[in-house]
T-cell receptor, first 115, second 114 residues
Framework: GAGVSQSPRYKVAKRGQDVALRCDPISGHVSLFWYQQALGQGPEFLTYFQNEAQLDKSGLPSDRFFAERPEGSVSTLKIQRTQQEDSAVYLC?????????????FGPGTRLLVL | AQSVAQPEDQVNVAEGNPLTVKCTYSVSGNPYLFWYVQYPNRGLQFLLKYITGDNLVKGSYGFEAEFNKSQTSFHLKKPSALVSDSALYFCAVSPPGSARQLTFGSGTQLTVLP
């Protein structure tokens, strides 16, 4: 079946531009996660949704980062006034909810380069 | 706060030999532990997890991992390495009770030499 998809796969932005990254989770998955992976490092948690509710946004690095999932399915991560330090791969993951359903399945990521 | 350490940035092993990729963790209570693999320009692929039960967990592609509570370790193993196993491996931990915010290690690059 279809996995997690993300678009665009690559994005080049000039410093100061706004960007929007899209994630389509696996159908029926209640939980959705965003991670940021800098070059040569492991992914770092950004935020978590259960259906349309954003239950944890403790990992968002600044108020320039905003995520939404208005209908409990597709999610968008928006970065306003991009900075060079925002250059990274942004990974989306989804999972079912409940005991025994803890595995997060990841998409291919969006590679963002801010010039 | 929870943390994960992967002490080896790089592991080299000859094809056919057993491989081990090390992971230690720090978390209060009984953690959930995961291994993921990442191929170039691709996302993370799930290999296996420990939630509860048997300390030896078997996963995809012949990989297994042993949960050792006393040593706070969760090392990834495979009895016979393949060249196609060459990739970047990540260990991750989540707080007890739910797999929500995953904390990842820094990754270990495995190279299997033909």
């Amino acid at each position: 079946g279809a996995g997690v998809s993300q678009s665009p796969r690559y994005k080049v932005a000039k410093r100061g531009q706004d960007v929007a990254l899209r994630c389509d989770p696996i159908s029926g998955h209640v939980s959705l996660f965003w991670y940021q992976q800098a070059l040569g490092q492991g992914p770092e948690f950004l935020t978590y949704f259960q259906n349309e509710a954003q239950l944890d946004k403790s990992g968002l690095p600044s108020d320039r980062f905003f995520a939404e999932r208005p209908e409990g399915s597709v999610s968008t991560l928006k970065i306003q006034r991009t900075q060079q330090e925002d250059s990274a791969v942004y990974l989306c993951a989804s999972s079912l909810e409940g005991r025994g359903q803890e595995t997060q399945y990841f998409g291919p990521g969006t590679r963002l380069l801010v010039l | 706060a929870q943390s994960v350490a992967q002490p080896e940035d790089q592991v080299n092993v000859a094809e056919g030999n057993p491989l081990t990729v090390k992971c230690t963790y720090s978390v209060s209570g009984n953690p959930y532990l995961f291994w993921y693999v990442q191929y170039p320009n691709r996302g993370l692929q799930f290999l296996l997890k420990y939630i509860t039960g048997d300390n030896l967990v078997k996963g995809s592609y012949g990989f297994e991992a042993e949960f050792n509570k006393s040593q706070t370790s969760f090392h990834l193993k495979k009895p016979s390495a393949l060249v196609s196993d060459s990739a970047l491996y990540f260990c991750a931990v989540s707080p007890p009770g739910s797999a929500r915010q995953l904390t990842f290690g820094s990754g270990t690059q495995l190279t299997v030499l033909p």
